[in-house]
């Protein structure tokens, strides 16, 4: 078995005891065993529970950056390359779930996420083209944790079976942001800027996102073609944003 296959084996197994016993149950031994995995190997490459959620926060930032990013507008790219995040985190979802719940008794936990979803953010923003030097890199990394939060928070309450209010939320987000501060455009890559519109997403009369339009220029990617013609982005859910999300 190859280590790339040993740790997606391992990062399974110990989300499956996630899922059954709750995340504070978790070991890397407990994880090792349940998948008939040897300890000598699972401790060489996973020294501690928290090194788990390390290499599974760079498993999902590696699904995300396998496909470019779709041509369109930046809100565009940075909605599929979030989504396909999402999808990575489907495979674990109840072992996900149980992280999230026990989250707020573990701050030393909730502080590594932090940090590690920051550096995510930033491989999100570099791969849709955007300048993440300087003050305004540092304004759109904690702009897009931002919007990446809120949409963890609604896939953690979605139960639709093509995550339909995920996206939505994740497409809300992303307009709000960059209505508020414009740093999806203004933070463009120059050669980027030549070929991609800058202008402001419209609003409604009252203010509120108006309904998401499909991307134009090329096709659509496999995550935003699940949302259908007919869908239009729903407001995000009420609620204070998580304190760290996985990964």
Known sequence: MQNEEFDRALIASAFRVAADKGWPRVTVV?????AALPLPRARDRFPSREAILLRWGRHADQEALA???SEGPVRDRLFDLLMRR???????RAGLIMLL???P???PTALLLSCATHRSMRWMLDAAGCRTDGLRGVLAVRGLTAVWLWTVRAWERDD???LSGTMAALDAGLRRAEQAA???NWGEKPRDRRMKPTDPAPTGDDGAPPQAEPSGGGGKSRA???RGSGDSARSVPNGPLPESSPG
């Open 67 to 69: 496909e470019p990013p």
């Open 101 to 103: 719940v026990a989250l």
């Open 105 to 107: 008794a573990e701050p």
């Open 224 to 226: 935003r073609s699940r």
């Open 86 to 92: 999402i999808d990575a985190m489907q495979a674990h």
């Open 182 to 184: 414009s740093w999806l």
């Open 30 to 34: 407990e994880a090792a065993r349940a």
């Open 160 to 162: 639709s079976p093509d």
